[in-house]
Nanobody, 127 residues
């Protein structure tokens, strides 16, 4: 599976962005998908994850209520809708496929359970 993330950019605090992650390959719908973010000098941080069928989701406490993860298996795409953005959300956001099976929040939150990674997309939130 090859992943291509897009949709990052510069936005003012309180604004919104929607990230997309397009996947190649016919097995996309069999993978749990996750979004992670990283700031230079810090460890990669879990943001959100969604099960292969879309019926299960999980969010980091820092984004719960502001971000929404979704997927369209017909389009081989996973989305991250980010609302009420804060300067602390500034990071490079990456999507990943894998997350372990069966679904487990513990596994979905750990980057080492993901098998495939896309390149990151920069999100910058100005104050």
């Amino acid at each position: 599976v090859q992943l291509q993330a897009s949709g990052g950019g510069l936005v003012q605090a309180g604004g919104s962005l929607r990230l997309s992650c397009a996947a190649s390959g016919r097995t996309f719908s069999s993978y749990n998908m996750g979004w992670f973010r990283q700031v230079p000098g810090k460890e990669r941080e879990f943001v959100a994850a969604i099960g292969w069928s879309g019926d299960r989701t999980d969010y980091a406490d820092s984004v719960k209520g502001r971000f929404t993860i979704s997927r369209d298996n017909a389009k081989n795409t996973v989305y991250l809708q980010m609302n009420s953005l804060k300067p602390d959300d500034t990071a490079v956001y990456s999507c990943a496929a894998g997350g372990g099976s069966p679904w487990s929040e513990a596994r979905a939150r750990r980057d080492y359970y993901y098998d495939y990674w896309g390149q990151g997309t920069q999100v910058t939130v100005s104050s």
